[in-house]
C-alpha cells in the first residue's frame, strides 16, 4: 500500500513517543481502515485529474 510508506515514519513516531501500537497510530492519523486510504487515494486522483483536464 502506497499510503503506509508515506506516513511510516509518522506511524513510528507515534508508536515510540507515545508508546502506542501501530494500529492505534494507524487510527490517530485516519487510517484507522483501508476504505478510508482507497476513498483518500481516489479522492487525490480525481483531484489531479481535473486539474489536468483544465488547459
Do not use: F, Y
Given at each position: 500500500?502506497?499510503?503506509?510508506?508515506?506516513f511510516?515514519?509518522a506511524?513510528?513516531?507515534?508508536?515510540?513517543?507515545?508508546?502506542?501500537?501501530?494500529?492505534?497510530a494507524?487510527?490517530?492519523?485516519?487510517?484507522?481502515?483501508?476504505?478510508?486510504?482507497?476513498?483518500?487515494?481516489?479522492?487525490?486522483?480525481?483531484?489531479?485529474?481535473?486539474?489536468?483536464?483544465?488547459?
Open positions: 500500500m502506497v499510503e503506509n510508506n508515506n511510516q515514519m506511524i513510528d513516531l507515534l508508536c515510540c513517543h507515545l508508546g502506542i501500537s501501530e494500529d492505534e494507524r487510527e490517530q492519523l485516519g487510517m484507522s481502515s483501508p476504505s478510508d486510504v482507497d476513498r483518500h487515494i481516489m479522492e487525490t486522483q480525481s483531484a489531479l485529474m481535473g486539474l489536468s483536464e483544465d488547459k
